[in-house]
């Protein structure tokens, strides 16, 4: 099971400072949805150029001098730090939701 992260008092006191949003959840909840499109659309053109590198080394004459040219493409990497970026403001939305919820009330 996963631990739920809470903000402390000062976390959230700093967060406010440095994120002035009227709806701070819808903000975060408008964040975690464009990463995650952005994540999607990475990944299938990561696929897309795997893709291409098989078809290169099917067709190649000498497979071994193109093998070198094989690399885990660019927007791989960038997708994975892209869901990673996802997953922490989730985690922090988790933390900022009691706080919101508690200032809604009063």
């Known amino acids: 099971m996963k631990k739920i992260r809470k903000l402390t008092p000062q976390e959230y006191q700093v967060y406010q400072k440095k994120h002035d949003y009227e709806d701070v959840i819808a903000a975060k909840e408008a964040k975690i949805s464009n990463e995650k499109a952005s994540y999607a659309r990475l990944q299938k053109k990561s696929k897309q150029q795997l893709q291409k590198q098989i078809l290169s080394l099917r067709t190649a004459i000498d497979p071994d001098a193109i093998e070198d040219d094989l690399d ?27 706080y919101e919820e508690n200032d809604s009330v009063e």
Request: proline residues 4%; charged residues 35%; aromatic residues 0%.
């Open 72 to 98: 885990i493409p660019e927007e791989e990497l960038i997708a994975n730090r892209t869901i990673r970026n996802a997953r922490t403001h989730k985690n922090r939305l988790s933390g900022l939701r009691d």
